[in-house]
């Protein structure tokens, strides 16, 4: 259920591409997960999450925090992005 909500606000894209390498992959998924930023936070600011069952797991809630921390995660990811570009291409 949560994947079919996550593919409605990110237009049916994958968030995870597996890559040529396993080093690679793990920074696709963050480059992934960075150019569906304000998808993500719009799934978390909609009315179907607010009223789904996830919002009240511990996960549901640490996912929320996550996605919701632009002081936290989203700048990490940036940077991680930043130094491992050069590396990838």
Do not use: Q
């Not at 793990?26 to 789904?52: D, F, P, R």
Request: charged share 25%; glycine share 4%.
């Amino acid at each position: 259920m949560l994947i079919s909500w996550l593919k409605e606000f990110i237009k049916d894209r994958d968030l995870i591409r597996p890559g040529a390498t396993r080093f690679a992959t793990s920074y696709l998924t963050l480059a992934c997960l960075n150019e569906h930023k304000v998808a993500l936070m719009a799934m978390i600011s909609s009315s179907k999450w607010k009223s789904s069952k996830f919002v009240t797991t511990k996960e549901g809630r640490r996912f929320e925090a996550i996605v919701l921390d632009s002081r936290g995660f989203w700048p990490y990811d940036t940077s991680c992005l930043k130094a491992a570009t050069p590396l990838i291409k």
